[in-house]
């Protein structure tokens, strides 16, 4: 019983990680392509500032989860660490994309929107990596 709780709540705190994740490099799409709109600008940066706050509580909480169902519950395999390393590259890009947002709210630059669009596809594939190793358990 308390294994599936652990577990659910891992799988709902990093279902909404994963929301900012994918969220916060469109939002950094459209404060580039607002121009010097103050309102536009404005709105966007409240979203980004807090979602990016909301994301990082988000995966302490699915990390504290995860660590308990880790240690109490002796999760392991090649795959996990796998996981895990799939899991740091989100985390660095979720960073980075922060770092962009908070650089920008200071008044510099943001690369093209074309680059940010192209940008915001890749914590797909790395999501797609996780969740392939959590179900297929491939090593």
């Known amino acids: 019983m308390a294994y599936f ?5 891992h799988v709902l705190f990093v279902m909404a990680w994963v929301a900012a994740v994918f969220y ?24 980004g500032r807090r979602l990016y706050k909301f994301g990082h509580v988000m995966f302490g ?29 989100l985390l660095a890009f979720y960073v980075w994309t922060g770092r962009m947002l908070k650089r920008s709210m200071a008044g510099g630059a943001l690369p093209k929107a074309r680059s940010l669009r192209w940008l915001n596809e890749l914590p797909i594939l790395l999501v797609l990596g996780v969740i392939y ?3 297929a358990k491939p090593f």
């Not at 709780?5 to 709540?9: E, G, P, R, T």
């Not at 916060?24 to 979203?47: C, D, H, S, W, Y």
């Not at 395999?77 to 796998?82: R, S």
């Open 133 to 135: 190793l959590v179900l």
């Open 5 to 9: 709780l652990v577990k659910s709540l």
């Open 61 to 89: 909480l699915a990390f504290i989860c995860g660590l308990v169902l880790w240690l109490a519950f002796h999760i392991s395999g090649g795959w996990l660490h796998a996981k895990l390393g799939l899991v740091v590259l």
């Open 24 to 47: 916060l490099p469109r939002i950094l799409v459209n404060l580039a392509e607002a121009g010097q709109e103050p309102a536009v600008r404005g709105r966007l940066e409240l979203m």
